[in-house]
Structures are given as C-alpha cells and as structure tokens.
T-cell receptor, first 119, second 112 residues
C-alpha cells in the first residue's frame, strides 16, 4: 500500500516555542491530507483538511492561528503548532488519500504519528 | 450528525474468535472501515466494506454490515497475541473531501 511518513516521531519543546511536524507521501501524490489529534485512550479528532495549493479547512473548535497547516506540494504537508503550551501535548497523526485505489474507496493511509510533549 | 460508537474494551483468549462491534449514524455512508493501531504507532487499514455489501471476508477477518440497523462488526478468527491493539471503526462522510469519522476505538487484549 501507499506509504505516508511523519517527522519527527517524537518532539519535546519548551512552552512558548513553535514546533513543525512534516507529513510526506512517499510513493504517491496526495492532493488531500488530513491532520488528526489523538488524546490518550481516545479516538482521533480531525483537526483540518489540507489541500495542495489552497488554504486548509479547519474543523469547528480548532484554532487555525495556533495550528498552521501548509500543503505546498503534492507530497508534503506541514503542521506547525505555534506558541505551544502543555495542553497542546498530544499525538498528532497525518493521513493522505492514496493513489487511484484510495480515490475510489476513500481509503486513508496514515503516518506513524508524532508525539508532542510541551514542558 | 455523524457519530460512530464502539465498545471500549474486549478481552479474549488466544485461539478464540474476537468480535468487535460498531454502530454509526449516517445512513448515506458509502464505505466503512476497520483500522488497527498498535501502541505508539499510526493506523493501519485492515479492511473496508462498501455499503451495498453484507459481508466481506479476508483471511482471518470477517466484516458484517447490517445497513438497516447501521451496525458493523469485525470478527477475527483464531485470535493471536499479535492481534492485541486498538481497533477503530470509521465511516466515510459523504460531505466535502470525504473525510473519515472514527469511533473511540476498541482495545483488544488477547491472553493465553
């Protein structure tokens, strides 16, 4: 299947700093990528939908000025957590719709996730 | 609105069958999915079923869909310790971008 890679897998930062997480589709072009946030023992919460070359569409309650999403190419989307605070600590997962099979079935391929810890 | 519900925990003995249940609310969903998440990792697609199907079998996995009751189940035959993980049910929203709506996940524990 299609491969989606996230980097970094783990990051620890001080409160007030900004952190960038990258999501890459390695063997296919992803016109649409999704960013999810997962709290401990909870489901995935969709944060935003990212389309190549256009502004991201944020879900209700997600601060777009805090979670900056850029989808500059068909293989790369980035999530920047600006002025991070301890409550932003979470597991962030990106996903992308993969290739032709993905376009038909809507299957999403997920990255490995990035665990952010804000001290 | 869209909502997907699952039981949170299931414990089975190695070698037995596991059945994980899911209910969803959007009757216009076209595809329904089962994803597996191992600790500290992303999600792996296990299988999916199109809404006009009742059943899909893939090796040890059997998916049953009752569209009338909006009920989906995943049966894992001959459950192994390596099957221990969190299993997420998801429905494909028919709205823009066809985003997936996930349930809270069922934690499957397999014991000897």
């Amino acid at each position: 299947g299609a491969v989606v890679s996230q980097h970094p897998s783990r990051v620890i930062c001080k409160s007030g700093t900004s952190v960038k997480i990258e999501c890459r589709s390695l063997d296919f072009q992803a016109t649409t990528m999704f960013w999810y946030r997962q709290f401990p023992k909870q489901s995935l919460m969709l944060m935003a939908t990212s389309n190549e070359g256009s502004k991201a569409t944020y879900e209700q309650g997600v601060e777009k000025d805090k979670f900056l999403i850029n989808h500059a190419s068909l293989t790369l989307s980035t999530l920047t957590v600006t002025s991070a605070h301890p409550e932003d600590s979470s597991f962030y997962i990106c996903s992308a719709r993969g290739g032709t099979s993905g376009a038909n079935t809507g299957e999403l391929f997920f990255g490995e996730g990035s665990r952010l810890t804000v001290l | 609105g869209e909502d997907v519900e699952q039981s949170l925990f299931l414990s089975v003995r190695e070698g037995d069958s596991s059945v994980i249940n899911c209910t969803y609310t959007d009757s216009s969903s076209t595809y329904l999915y089962w994803y597996k998440q191992e600790p500290g990792a992303g999600l792996q697609l296990l299988t999916y079923i199109f809404s006009n199907m009742d059943m899909k079998q893939d090796q040890r996995l059997t998916v049953l869909l009752n569209k009338k009751d909006k009920h989906l189940s995943l049966r894992i035959a001959d459950t192994q310790t390596g099957d221990s993980a969190i299993y997420f049910c998801a429905e494909r929203s028919p709205g823009g971008y066809n985003k997936l709506i996930f349930g809270a996940g069922t934690r499957l524990a397999v014991h000897p």
